[in-house]
């Protein structure tokens, strides 16, 4: 497999954009479902068609639990202006991390995944976080907010990363998104998570903007082009493609840290979603592996592949 590197500046970065907004809260009562519906496309013509409809069984218990959400914590008037006043993300992740709500949503969304068909390691890993303490899956939220699976318990990690992304939804829903603050590259300014992806838009008011996705919190905010999102550098911004690709996701490389990052654009295939086009655009990993660059962001379902 070869790529197709593109080291001019994005073309698309020229024209219609408009004056976007700088964040776009999830909307939990559809987020799950429109992302699974998207994953159920993707699969029916991709060779991870069986992992991809998987992920989407998953993300259909994860619409499910979220239907008949757990009310999340009002949020803090004070608590958001001491994050405001230093450029901190609105949602403080230790204290949503100890909250006593946190816990069902992962037992509801672990007895819902139980009835998805799933291979045995699946499925052994399922039981083994259905069966954790609240200590041991305590150390997992942290390390999920690392943004680094380990490499012998990656689906139990996965697991645990789904229930927090259903938790942070609703959390993140509840904010006002005026109150949002640009914090450090690459962190979102609502949670703090890593972004999974980032993605040039077609909404109206916000065509041909980018936008990076929260991997945590599903939140997105506004992010220009030709920058990258790990370290902000505008210098050595390069874009690779599989060749032959239909140029709905590439790479975006860095050379100033030596990182890259998928950057999906929703104007060649309108049903685009961060986290469903990005695992379902394997061979883009596959291809920046013989190349100098580390993945940056945080993209647990791709974890191991």
């Given at each position: 497999?070869?790529?197709?590197?593109?080291?001019?500046?994005?073309p698309?970065?020229?024209?219609?954009?408009?004056?976007?907004?700088?964040?776009?809260?999830?909307?939990?009562?559809t987020?799950?479902?429109?992302?699974?519906?998207?994953?159920?496309?993707?699969?029916?013509?991709?060779?991870?068609?069986?992992?991809?409809?998987?992920?989407?069984?998953?993300?259909?218990?994860?619409?499910?639990?979220?239907?008949?959400?757990?009310?999340?914590?009002?949020?803090?008037?004070?608590?958001?202006?001491?994050?405001?006043?230093?450029?901190?993300?609105?949602?403080?992740?230790?204290?949503?991390a100890?909250?006593?709500?946190?816990?069902?949503?992962?037992?509801?969304?672990?007895?819902?995944?139980?009835?998805?068909?799933?291979?045995?390691?699946a499925?052994?890993?399922?039981?083994?976080?259905?069966?954790?303490?609240?200590?041991?899956?305590?150390?997992?939220?942290?390390?999920?907010?690392?943004?680094?699976?380990?490499?012998?318990?990656?689906?139990?990690?996965?697991?645990?990363?789904?229930?927090?992304?259903?938790?942070?939804?609703?959390?993140?829903?509840?904010?006002?998104?005026?109150?949002?603050?640009?914090?450090?590259?690459?962190?979102?300014?609502?949670?703090?998570?890593l972004?999974?992806?980032?993605?040039?838009?077609?909404?109206?008011?916000?065509?041909?903007?980018?936008?990076?996705?929260?991997?945590?919190?599903?939140?997105?905010?506004?992010?220009?082009?030709?920058?990258?999102?790990?370290?902000?550098?505008?210098k050595?911004?390069?874009y690779?493609?599989?060749?032959?690709?239909?140029?709905?996701?590439?790479?975006?490389?860095?050379?100033?840290?030596?990182?890259?990052?998928?950057?999906?654009y929703?104007?060649?295939?309108?049903?685009?979603?961060?986290?469903?086009?990005?695992?379902?655009?394997?061979?883009?990993?596959?291809?920046?592996?013989?190349?100098?660059?580390?993945?940056?962001?945080?993209?647990?379902?791709?974890?191991?592949?």
């Amino acid at each position: 497999m070869t790529g197709k590197p593109d080291l001019a500046p994005d073309p698309t970065a020229i024209g219609a954009v408009s004056s976007p907004p700088f964040v776009r809260l999830p909307d939990p009562s559809t987020l799950f479902s429109a992302r699974a519906a998207r994953l159920r496309q993707l699969a029916e013509l991709s060779p991870l068609k069986p992992y991809l409809t998987f992920v989407a069984a998953l993300t259909e218990a994860q619409a499910l639990v979220q239907a008949d959400p757990v009310p999340a914590h009002r949020p803090d008037p004070d608590a958001i202006g001491r994050a405001q006043e230093f450029g901190m993300p609105l949602i403080d992740r230790a204290r949503a991390a100890d909250d006593d709500r946190l816990g069902p949503v992962f037992d509801r969304l672990f007895a819902e995944a139980a009835g998805v068909e799933m291979p045995e390691n699946a499925a052994a890993a399922l039981a083994k976080v259905a069966n954790a303490s609240r200590q041991q899956r305590r150390a997992m939220v942290d390390t999920v907010f690392a943004g680094r699976l380990p490499d012998d318990a990656i689906a139990e990690h996965i697991y645990v990363w789904s229930g927090l992304q259903v938790y942070f939804a609703g959390l993140a829903s509840a904010l006002d998104p005026k109150a949002a603050r640009p914090v450090a590259d690459g962190l979102c300014p609502i949670c703090g998570g890593l972004p999974a992806s980032s993605m040039v838009v077609g909404w109206a008011g916000a065509h041909g903007a980018r936008f990076c996705a929260c991997s945590l919190c599903n939140s997105m905010w506004h992010y220009v082009r030709i920058k990258c999102t790990c370290c902000g550098s505008t210098k050595g911004i390069g874009y690779k493609q599989v060749d032959g690709g239909d140029g709905v996701v590439k790479a975006e490389t860095c050379d100033e840290c030596q990182s890259w990052t998928k950057i999906i654009y929703q104007q060649s295939s309108s049903g685009a979603e961060p986290i469903a086009d990005d695992v379902g655009s394997l061979g883009i990993d596959l291809l920046m592996r013989s190349e100098p660059y580390r993945r940056g962001g945080f993209s647990p379902l791709l974890a191991g592949l």
